[in-house]
């Protein structure tokens, strides 16, 4: 009770806040002065509320309190230390947990000393209500009936050192979000359409930096671990964080804009409310159980799916109602003098982002689509590819251009200044045309994409040093994204244990099968041309079975050799029977006979069905007991060991007719040391780790930089404040 309780006070705290906020900020309006120092101190006691919630979930995970229903799903007495911690975010539960806390954490910065409007503070505190709603209606606080001495533990796919990092990135990114959206909509309230400007932009730039470094770190993680030899799958879920990563970028550059140009702040507050609203709408689809079918990311629906709606719902057509009622008023004019101008190439930018997010959310939503008319299906990787391809080639080609331009009209011959960067950046064609590759949309943005690169790294002490950087980034990023899909290579080798082969002109010896010193997996190395050795790694999960299959990654300057061994598939030695109670029947050698069959467990989370099976052979007699269990949404064997050389699976129950599916394998007829390896060759891959992590460093240089000025800004406001009141 002490957590849930920790956060209904909170709930009723910031609702005060909001209520005090609110006032003060109709005291504004109607010419009154009301402080709003109370109000931060209601809002950060609500903020201590949180984390004072936050804290003893935290408590009651690293001290195995198993009672608790979060506890005992996502954590377990033997997990290291890391993933315990890590287990606070690894379910539905605990993840809003996380994201309430950074929110509130961002608020308590943003309500000190007054420094935020507080029609602002009011809508910030808003949003935090909704968070909270949603935490007490699906609380990690829970409990369960009985007592459990242990937990079940991490999915053995997070127990992963990245765990530890890429969820709170992520939620970093949403709750910076949240930010810009309560400064657009205080700035609608207040119809003041500039003072939100500068602050907005501060914060909208750090939310895109944690964001894309999550979806970044995300990507990564999936080609370090999960060995189908790419980071991005175009996953429902991966898009969710997309499609507000790209339009906060388009928000990005419409607040430079609208610095200088008025007009540009309907789109600025389109771009601001857009973003969050479809934060929020990420959530629901991953969170309702809507893209269940369609994605391995996704959460199944546990009741908070309608709630998630209707949360949705009423902050949409609230802000809609709002930024209507205030369109009128906006500033009108022109976004841009010219098109040769950097507005234009700013705005044109803004809008390539904004439509790639549209293509991407018109793909993601439809599961939800297609569910309404009870047809669901997701579409392909190949709509992605080939809408995404045409608009990054616009995209890179006003990356290119921006530079050469100045704010406002520019009159001077570009080509003629620039023609050798230009020149140069599609010379570096060649190797790929000669080689045969002849994809001309592809080929463009290549070319474009080094261009932008030359351009961007030459005209650093012309422009944003920051924003130069973060644009040479992408340009980076985008290089080594094409590069290493559209060049890249790959083939099937089987391998003996002692076998060398001759794959993409290395010599490759596989030496065979290593187990790890811990006993919880193997390793298989392999050795190239004699020398360096690059091993995959296969986790066995807690009841000993291969669980997770990382690949081996041999990195080289110019390419990544990616090896991912594949599960070997010994159906062929496994001889199914079907059998009655009290049958008997032969199988690969192995006589076995049907006593009974039960289920252990209370609910669908632990549920286990057993067969107790007479088993003989070779003069020897033994009862062995298989079991299935439920795990990852389907049951699944757990075999055992009989008479020495064999292995017993039970495969399938029929309650109903009383029968059970058993697997029988003779080991000693298995030659389980030879694998099926994919082996890839990944040109320039590490291109775009370096282009990702240049544009996040850029843009989170860039936004520390905005920041430093508002709060220098503000000082200079507050010190001249006195001045004024003392002349009057």
């Known amino acids: 009770m002490t957590g849930f309780a920790a956060l209904f006070l909170a709930l009723v705290i910031t609702g005060i806040a909001a209520f005090c906020y609110f006032n003060a900020h109709f005291a504004r309006i109607t010419g009154r002065t009301e402080k709003t120092s109370r109000c931060a101190l209601y809002y950060q006691a609500s903020a201590a509320c949180i984390a004072a919630a936050a804290a003893y979930l935290l408590f009651i995970i690293l001290t195995d309190r198993f ?34 806390l950074f929110h ?61 990092v890429h969820p709170p990135v992520i939620f970093l990114g949403y709750a910076g979000l949240a930010v810009p959206f309560a400064y657009a909509l205080g700035g609608l309230l207040a119809s003041n359409h500039r003072d939100w400007l500068r602050p907005a932009l501060a914060w909208t730039l750090m939310a895109w930096a944690m964001l894309g470094a999550g979806i970044f770190i995300g990507g990564f993680w999936a080609y370090k671990v999960l060995g189908w030899g790419g980071y991005w799958a175009w ?45 929020l709408y990420g959530t629901f689809l991953t969170r309702s159980g809507v893209l269940s079918n369609f994605s391995t990311h996704s959460f199944a629906d546990e009741g908070v799916g309608g709630l998630l709606a209707g949360l949705v719902m009423i902050v949409v057509v609230a802000s809609l109602i709002l930024l209507i009622v205030r369109w009128p008023g906006l500033p009108e004019g022109e976004i841009y003098p010219a098109l040769k101008s950097r507005e234009f190439l700013t705005a044109a930018g803004a809008l390539a982002l904004s439509a790639i ?29 080939s809408t995404s391809l045409p608009l990054a080639m616009f995209l890179m080609l006003f990356l290119t251009m921006a530079p050469m331009v100045s704010w406002g009209e520019t009159k001077e011959n570009l080509i003629k200044k620039y023609w050798w960067l230009v020149l140069l950046g599609h010379l570096s064609l060649l190797p790929g045309i000669l080689a045969g590759f002849r994809h001309p949309v592809m080929l463009a943005v290549a070319g474009l994409s080094v261009t932008a690169l030359f351009i961007n790294l030459a005209g650093l002490r012309k422009v944003n040093l920051a924003a ?24 099937i080798v089987s391998f003996e244990p002692g076998e060398t082969q001759a794959v993409f002109g290395r010599q490759v010896t596989y030496p065979g099968i290593e187990p790890a010193e811990d006993g919880k997996g193997f390793y298989q190395p392999f050795q190239l041309d004699g020398r360096e050795v690059v091993k995959a790694y296969t986790k066995f999960d807690r009841e000993g079975r291969p669980a997770v299959r990382e690949p081996g990654i ?9 090896f991912a061994p594949a599960a070997r598939d010994e159906h062929d030695s496994v001889t199914e029977l079907i059998l009655d109670r009290g049958d008997e029947q032969d199988g690969a050698g192995l006589t076995v006979k049907f006593l009974q069959s039960g289920m252990n467990g209370n609910n669908m989370q632990n549920v286990r069905a057993y067969a107790l099976l007479e088993v003989s052979g070779n003069g020897k007699r033994e009862e062995v007991k298989p079991e299935l269990f439920y795990a990852d949404g389907q049951f699944q064997a757990l075999p055992v060991k009989a008479l020495g050389s064999y292995e017993v699976s039970l495969l399938g129950v029929n309650t109903s007719q009383g029968k059970v599916k058993i697997g029988v394998k003779n080991l000693e007829t298995v030659k389980p040391d030879k694998i099926d390896v994919e082996i890839s060759y990944k040109p320039l891959i590490g291109l775009v780790w370096l282009g990702t992590f240049i544009v996040v460093a850029g843009t989170l240089w860039a936004g520390l930089s905005r920041a430093g000025k508002v709060s220098a800004a503000k000082a200079a406001q507050a010190l001249s404040a006195p001045e004024k009141s003392s002349r009057t």
Request: aromatic fraction near 10%; charged fraction near 10%.
């Open 67 to 100: 009672q608790f229903a979060y506890v005992f799903g996502y954590s377990a007495r033997d997990l290291p230390l890391v993933y315990k911690i890590s287990a606070f975010w690894a379910g539905q539960e605990g993840s809003f947990m996380l994201w309430l």
């Open 104 to 164: 509130a954490l961002f608020g308590v910065i943003m309500s000190r000393k007054g420094s935020c409007p507080p029609g602002t503070m009011a809508v910030y505190c808003l949003v935090q209500i909704v968070l909270t709603i949603v935490l007490l209606a699906k609380s990690p606080f829970m409990m369960l009936t009985g007592v459990r001495a242990d937990g079940a533990g991490l999915n053995p796919l997070l127990q992963d050192p990245w765990m530890a």
């Open 235 to 279: 996953d429902p879920v991966e898009n969710s964080s997309l499609v507000p990563w790209l339009v906060c970028g388009a928000l990005i550059h419409v607040l430079i804009i609208a610095r200088l140009r008025p007009a540009a702040v309907k789109p600025a507050y389109f771009a601001a409310i857009s973003a969050f609203v479809l934060v």
């Open 357 to 385: 997010a549209v293509l991407v959310l018109i793909g993601m939503s439809t599961p939800l689509i297609t569910m309404l008319i009870n047809q669901p299906q997701s579409v392909s990787a190949d709509f992605y590819n």
């Open 468 to 491: 130069g950087l973060t644009h040479a980034g992408v340009a980076v990023a985008l290089i080594g994204i094409l590069a290493s899909s559209a060049a890249s290579r790959s083939v």
């Open 554 to 562: 041999f990195r080289e300057t110019l390419g990544d050799l990616y």
